[in-house]
């Protein structure tokens, strides 16, 4: 009887623990720093959650290399413009984190020396772009970091093409195509964030051109063999998003809106990511 009315006095009455004694500021503090660690580990990890494993995923990683030189480039401008400029921040530092990850990830894979050589240019030239791209946007300085960025943006279209010839497969064309097209929309995009900032005499590259390029990529996605008649409507949904893309990124004097155009830009890469996923699963069941 003792034992347990003692029982019940401590479980009425629990013994303190030692976090009790820790204010309700620090245990904040605490949760705070424990959801920073993991987002770092997440991020730090973003790209080497899943090796590549095929030749296909070499191919659709080398083309995402490309992609990623204009996605900082866009969210650099961005926040430069002060469009999202906390979200801006953070897409460039992820951007970047995963640049870096998946130059390991190809390195690890690809045996071939000419990709490995060409491997070793780009991390030549990725240090001191990304040291630009760390600090505050300054008209100053732009010019230095996007002809640095353009250079990479070149080595990495090199760097493609290596891997493309370093082991032919089928999935290459519709890949490589796949990829051109969201490089093109995040040229748009960085083309017209560069005219809303002021600085879109650096770079040669114009929305017809941009346009012309997406419009023959397009076709040559449509008139491909392999093409399902899956694949085929996506293809039809994804000419009419781009047409819609093209129509808002026409830069206007005095109505300039860069995140409207990022917005459309989304939605067209959300669709070339369900058709790259298509074409890999096509792949797929070919080599099983």
Known sequence: ????????????????????????????????????????????????????????????????????????????????????????????????QQFTAQ??????????????????????????????????????RFKELFSGNETLLTEADTMLKKVVQAKPDDSAQPLSLLGQQDLLCQRLAVLYAMTAWGVA???????ETIA??????????????????EINEQLQQLSLALERTLKVSKARPGALLPALVDRSVVKVVMQLEQLQTGYLSLTSAENS
């Open 1 to 96: 009887m003792h034992c347990w009315i003692m029982c019940k006095l401590c479980y009425k009455q629990p013994l303190p623990q030692p976090e009790d004694t820790i204010g309700m500021k620090t245990k904040k503090i605490i949760k705070a720093s424990i959801s920073t660690l993991l987002m770092t580990l997440c991020l730090t990890g973003l790209a080497r959650a899943a090796d590549i494993k095929t030749q296909a995923e070499a191919i659709s990683i080398a083309a995402q290399q490309r992609t990623l030189t204009q996605v900082m480039m866009k969210n650099y401008l961005f926040s430069a413009l002060g469009v999202r400029s906390r979200n801006a921040d953070e897409q460039l530092a992820e951007a970047a």
């Open 212 to 229: 012309d390029e997406l419009h023959t990529n397009m076709a040559l996605l449509q008139g491909l063999p392999q093409n399902t008649a």
């Open 103 to 140: 130059q390991q990830q190809l390195a690890d894979f690809v045996a071939d020396e000419a990709v490995q050589q060409q491997l070793a240019r780009m991390n030549q030239s990725w240090p001191s772009v990304q040291k630009q791209f760390q600090r505050k946007p300054a008209k100053l």
């Open 201 to 207: 005499s650096e770079t040669d590259s114009s929305y």
